[in-house]
């Protein structure tokens, strides 16, 4: 099992950048599927970025591809968010979650470990 903890959400205007960390304890990240997905008021938990656990090969949704990055440093064992050029429709709460087994970085089900949530907010 592998806790994680997410951090860095705020309050910023639409353009500007943010970047979220999610760090875990308990086991080494580099073993996992890495995820980020947000939730907004009133819609269903959405995939933002994925991080495989072979190969560190990056994955991304539509809606924040080229101005989203995911990164992973092994030796703080974080997950990081890069979020670039906000909109308003980002706003969100975040979430990091780990996936050890049967893993698709787009499937949520599919991610056993979840983070408490950081809440990114964009102004217009």
């Known amino acids: 099992q592998v806790q994680l903890v997410e951090s860095g959400g705020g309050l910023v205007q639409a353009g500007g950048s943010l970047r979220l960390s999610c760090t875990a304890s308990g086991r080494t990240i580099s073993s996992y599927m890495m995820g980020w997905f947000r939730q907004a008021p009133g819609k269903e938990r959405e995939f933002v970025a994925g991080?495989?656990?072979?190969?560190?090969?990056?994955y991304y949704d539509d809606s924040v591809k080229d101005r989203f990055t995911i990164s992973r440093d092994n030796a703080k064992n974080t997950v990081y968010l890069q979020m670039n050029r906000l909109k308003p429709e980002d706003t969100a709460v975040y979430y990091c979650a780990a996936c050890s087994n049967l893993c698709y970085y787009r499937e949520h089900t599919r991610y056993g470990n979840w983070g408490q949530g950081t809440q990114v907010t964009v102004s217009s």
């Open positions: 991080y495989g656990s072979s190969g560190g090969n990056t």
